[in-house]
């Protein structure tokens, strides 16, 4: 079978939203935590300076990694790093975590990131956007192309 009938992920997004009452660096190294050691320190974050609706200030942090070599090792190291309780529960509840397009989105809970743990949160989260390129794709495609890089090890 060919990578495309196989399907590939193709890019992903690291974001998170730093409130006036964080610190910007803590959020970006728990962002960073996420990352394998190879790619972490190559890797600059976009900060975009904003208002909330309050006119407090807030901070969004983005990366965007494209290549595919990376973007496999950081699933890789993700699923390695993440202990099996969590795990389980994006295997169960994974077709929640896919958008129309199949793009999975991960949130993981921003102060346990920081300690260099990752557990699945939907609270001010780290959000990884993950896209995936396949031909024809279902849910079950785009599970076993996790599965492949660690999801249900």
Not at 81 to 87: F, H, P, R, V
Request: aromatic share 8%; net charge negative.
């Amino acid at each position: 079978m060919n990578e495309m009938s196989l399907g590939k992920v193709v890019s992903i997004e690291l974001s998170a939203i730093a409130h006036a009452t964080e610190n910007l660096e803590a959020v970006e190294k728990a962002m960073r935590n996420i990352l394998p050691f190879e790619i972490c320190e190559s890797k600059q974050f976009t900060r975009r300076y904003l208002k909330g609706h309050h006119g407090n200030p807030i901070t969004t942090l983005n990366l965007n990694i494209m290549k595919k070599d990376e973007t496999k090792l950081i699933l890789e190291n993700l699923f390695r790093l993440m202990d099996q309780i969590e795990k389980e529960k994006l295997i169960l509840e994974f077709e929640n975590f896919l958008d129309d397009k199949e793009n999975l989105y991960i949130r993981l809970d921003k102060q346990e990131a920081f300690g260099e743990k990752f557990t699945i949160t939907s609270k001010d989260p780290v959000r990884l956007k993950i896209k995936t390129e396949m031909w024809h794709p279902t849910p079950q495609k785009v599970r076993e192309i996790f599965e492949r890089l660690g999801m249900s090890e």
